[in-house]
């Protein structure tokens, strides 16, 4: 077989990149080879591929389903944004500039070439290559330069499942305002639809999936139901972001900036039942956590001022100084310095700005990127936070970062890597750290090493090390956990079927 299918959406966040996984799971395990593509993705939460490129966190969760080590050319396009109105572009893995949506959509067609490209080596290597749209196909404002639904789809010659979200109501007007919207040869190229996010009694649906049917001229594919998976989320519609309700135990809150990225980072504390995570935006939601963090940020500058007008420099201050554990990744790491200059304004208009004052570092913002993968062994070991962490086993990350950060004096590093490089900082107290490696928490013996510590300081008891080493190797059994539920779900023959209309 050598087929294409393309999955889209009613709207955003209706459960795309999560079907378009579990069906390069299914493909997977029913023998053939098969890859992701998404020639367009919006995303703040990106990942630096084995050959140092940047791509979108969706596709990467997508070829971890289909078994494979993630490659550039599964997300040729990227748009990070740094403002309500831009982005940064980032096209075949490299940065090429920041642009108002306005000059980027003027510029689009120019990159049509690059996404033919990328979609022609992976049609020439894979068996079945699994497409996801973005947002809906019926923004018909947008339609004469559209990238990356039904402007793909009949470039390609594509068949097309539509995908509603029942969960927040309204599927069937969704569902048949998008295929009302279509242009006639569009309809011809979408073959069904999928109902997700259902909870109840399926058989309270039936009337409903049957006047659908006759309204719209297309099958119900299946109707899958909300399922519950620790699986990373592309942005920041995620529902992470709600408060979860506390357990007994510890507590991790992160300073929600509002130009957050790659809060996947944090995902994996989330695996430990008696860790409470949670995201918070003002000083008053601060609750005595355990652990404090400040993420990665796509314009550092900018979302330090915003700390800084909300008071979080005084409450950082006070949170440390009783003891509280403070981390900063990447972003988080910079704003902990004491100073972040962009003297050619890539991120912001403004030229520098104080920092944090933690550490005695210093961050320019420049416009070439470092993306690379890390490996790296923890150099720190104390009494307290970090007692038993160093040298234990080799950590694995990667890091995505404009600004280069220099050392106006000796401060204690972190890691040294497999080159010698040594990396990081802490404060002279030692409850206070730096990093620009993403993915720390992925070394889950580390982190639950890092745990326990804080558990002795609590007075709860430890726990084991956790039965898998990585992250990795758990959402590997949550793969398989959504592949189970969708067949259970879905006529699989029918969209096998689907699947070789390109072949007639």
Partial sequence: MNGTIMFQGTASSVGKSLLTAAFCRIFRQDGYSVAPFKSQNMALNSYVTADGLEMGRAQVMQAEAAGLDPVVEMNPILLKPTSDRGSQLIVMGRPVANMEATVYYKKKEELLPVIDRAYARLKSEFDIVVIEGAGSPAEINLRDKDLVNMGLALRINAPVILIGDIDRGGVFASLYGTCSLLEREEKELLKGVIINKFRGEISLLENGLKRLEALISKPVLGVVPLVQLNLDDEDSLTERFNKPEAKKGLKIQVVRLPHISNFTDFNPLELFEDVTLSYIREPHELDSPDMLILPGSKNTIEDLHHLQQKGWGKVLKEYTAGGGLLAGICGGFQMLGTKIADPEQIESSRLEISGLGFFPVETVIAPDKSTRRVEATWQYSDRGYFAGMK???????????????????????????????????????????????????????????????????????????????????????????????VRKSIDIEQVYTILSFQQK
Avoid: C
């Fill in 391 to 485: 040298g234990n086993e080799l950590l694995t990350g990667y890091e995505i970062h404009m600004g280069q950060t220099s050392f106006s004096q000796v401060v204690h590093p972190l890691y040294v890597n497999t080159t010698g490089q040594w990396e990081g900082a802490l404060s002279e107290k030692g409850n206070v750290f730096g990093t620009y490696l993403h993915g720390l928490f992925d070394n889950l013996r580390w982190t639950n090493r890092l745990l326990n510590n804080l558990r002795k300081r609590r007075g709860f008891p430890r726990l084991k090390d956790i039965p898998i080493a990585n992250y990795r190797d758990h959402k590997e059994k949550e793969y398989d956990k959504l592949a189970a539920v």
